[in-house]
Every structure is written in structure tokens, then in C-alpha cells.
């Protein structure tokens, strides 16, 4: 597929393996580009049972190579119902200027891929916090696959302005897990699983919200920690491990994906101390971001016991437009009918 632009003609194409570092590079290197359209996560839903098609568009050059200006990962789990959708979280990605042609391009592909596939849409989800003119044919999903608020922490202001920035019961709950003497480490051992799951469920089954079966976990961390884009953060107090969470790194940002917390020694407040560990150690890397991913100040929303917490830390909240669906007509047509097919067959019985 292609189109005409004044930069030359742009080509879409499958992405192989030779485009792996140029696609990262190119998310990595943007504030909006998203870990979930990373490689190593793609390689991830692979493996979760998902089909993965990866997709660049190119500005194509006569004398030197064809430059990456943009392109989507899309997901596809097929569920024994035909409503089925083609997803991209974090996607599309479009460099500035080449949107109008790429998008066209983009969504040419995933209508030829919904037909193959049997989708009705395609559910798209770019870390945008106002809707662009390039996505006007798509309308707000009933459900977001990314958190659509989220709370940002601005690393680059030193220790001092970042503590002046938190909340004053912040400040001295992180004082006191310091005093108390609570240790932390990170590490991409995969023998640290086991004991993150232990707490991240024992923190599900506390507070009664949706929990990914261990599996997904062994199949996320092994991947992502072979692509040096996560660790497994552990805080410790008398030598029993309290508090864990799982931070991917990707560009300029460090995400808190998940987490949990023993209901023992609450008193020492581990959680305080391993964010700010973590905080730090994002510095370290090049992050200028924390990402605490989930967020609301909506005291009925599920999120709302851990939105406070993390409020403690200061920070900057942040919406992005959510999901968006494309549907592509004749798909949703024929699905309509084969269900009324199938409801007259049976009111027949």
C-alpha cells in the first residue's frame, strides 16, 4: 500500500525482524510512544495466545534507505463470539506531519486484516490527550485497554524538590519506612516471581479487583526482563519481604505496572520507601517520567484506595482520549445477521 506526500511517496509494509531496533528506536525516542507497541511486548501477547501483526509506514528514497515515520502493532484474540475486535493500545504512531496520508494507509491494512480475521472494528488507543482531526472516523469505546488517567511524576528536579512535592503525610510516611530501616532491591531474577505473585495476589484477593493468573506474569517478566524493559522491585523489612512491584522501562518513562503488599508490618510502610527507590533508580536509568498507571479522584472508582496513596507522592495528573473504535461496516452487518440467524433458528426449536 501507498500514498504521496512532499517528503516522497509512503509505503506500508510488515515490519520482520531487521526493523525490530529502528521501531523501537523510533517509540522510544516520542512522549507518546507506548510499551504496549514494543517489540518485546508484541513478542509477549504472542506467546498469551494472541496473532500479532506488525506494521510500518515508510517514506520511500530513491538515494538512501527508507525512513520509519510511523505504523501500528495490532492484537487479535479470537473469542467464541463474532464480535471480535483488532486491537492496537498505545497505537497508532505517526510522526508529526505524515498523519493525514499514514492513517488511511493504517486503516486499509486493519480492515483487510478484520476481514481475514472476522473483527467488526478496529480499537485503537494512543497516548493523546486531545482527539486529532486524523482519528475523526472513530468514536469513544465503552471500554478503555489502557488506563486513561494516569498521575505523572517529573524525575528531573533533585531529591529535595521532589520530597518538597509531596503531600505532607507523604513526606512523613516515607521518613518513617526510612527510619524503620525497610530495605529495597530490584533484579530481573526470575526466581523473584514467585514471591512478587504471592503478594500481588494476596493484595487481589484483599482488595477484591481483577488478577491475571500467574502464567501471564511468568510469561511478562521472562520477556520483558530477556529485553532489559522491566525489574521486579522488592522491599524488605527484618528480612521478610513485604511490598513488590513490576516497572517497565521504556523511553523517557518508567511505568508502575503492577504491585502488591503484605498486610503484615503495615506500620514500617514499605510502599513509601520502594516507589521512592524506584523513583530513583528511573533517574538513574534516563527516565524523567514515573508513571503510577491508574489513577482517579473519583472516591466511588475502583482505583480510588490506591489513587490515594499514590497521591502522597505530588505529581501531575494526566487524561488521554481513551479507546476509540473504527468499525468497519460490512463486518458489523454480517455479524448482525448471522446473530438474528441464529436467534430465529433457535426460536424455532
Not at 25 to 33: I, K, N, Y
Not at 64 to 79: D, H, K, M, T
Not at 94 to 115: C, K, R, S
Not at 191 to 201: A, C, G, H, S
Request: net charge neutral.
Amino acid at each position: 500500500m501507498q500514498a504521496s506526500t512532499r517528503e516522497g511517496r509512503l509505503v506500508l509494509r510488515q515490519l520482520d525482524d531487521c526493523d525490530r531496533a529502528c521501531w523501537d528506536t523510533l517509540l522510544q525516542d516520542s512522549p507518546t510512544g507506548c510499551f504496549m507497541q514494543s517489540w518485546a511486548w508484541s513478542e509477549f501477547k504472542a506467546l498469551e495466545g494472541y496473532q500479532v501483526f506488525r506494521y510500518g509506514v515508510f517514506v520511500e528514497h530513491q538515494a538512501a534507505e527508507n525512513q520509519l515515520v510511523g505504523g501500528s502493532i495490532f492484537y487479535f484474540y479470537p473469542r467464541p463470539h463474532t464480535a471480535n475486535l483488532l486491537s492496537a493500545p498505545g497505537a497508532p504512531f505517526v510522526l508529526p506531519g505524515f498523519e493525514a496520508i499514514a492513517m488511511p494507509l493504517l486503516l486499509l491494512q486493519a480492515e483487510t486484516l478484520a476481514a481475514a480475521l472476522g473483527a467488526i472494528a478496529l480499537r485503537i488507543e494512543p497516548l493523546l490527550t486531545e482527539k486529532p482531526a486524523f482519528l475523526q472516523g472513530f468514536v469513544r469505546a465503552p471500554m478503555d485497554m489502557l488506563p486513561s488517567e494516569t498521575l505523572l511524576i517529573d524525575l528531573r528536579p533533585t531529591d529535595t524538590e521532589r520530597l518538597a512535592a509531596m503531600k505532607p503525610k507523604g513526606r512523613y510516611n516515607l521518613r518513617l519506612s526510612q527510619r524503620h530501616g525497610v530495605t529495597t532491591q530490584f533484579t530481573t531474577d526470575s526466581q523473584m516471581i514467585p514471591i512478587f505473585y504471592d503478594l500481588f495476589w494476596e493484595t487481589v484477593a484483599r482488595q477484591q479487583f481483577f488478577g491475571e493468573p500467574y502464567g501471564f506474569f511468568i510469561n511478562l517478566c521472562q520477556t520483558l526482563f530477556a529485553a532489559n524493559l522491566a525489574e521486579i522491585g522488592l522491599a524488605t523489612w527484618q528480612g521478610e519481604v513485604l511490598s513488590a512491584i513490576l516497572v517497565v522501562y521504556w523511553g523517557d518513562r518508567a511505568t508502575y505496572l503492577y504491585g502488591g503488599r503484605s498486610p503484615s508490618h503495615a506500620h514500617v510502610m514499605p510502599n513509601y520507601v520502594l516507589h521512592w527507590a524506584a523513583m530513583q533508580r528511573a533517574k538513574a536509568k534516563g527516565c524523567t517520567l514515573y508513571d503510577f498507571y491508574g489513577y482517579t479522584q473519583d472516591p466511588t472508582h475502583p482505583y480510588a484506595k490506591f489513587s490515594q496513596f499514590k497521591r502522597q507522592f505530588g505529581g501531575t495528573r494526566v487524561t488521554t482520549i481513551g479507546a476509540h473504535d473504527f468499525f468497519f461496516y460490512d463486518r458489523l452487518a454480517d455479524t448482525l445477521i448471522g446473530l438474528l440467524q441464529r436467534s430465529d433458528v433457535r426460536g424455532e426449536r
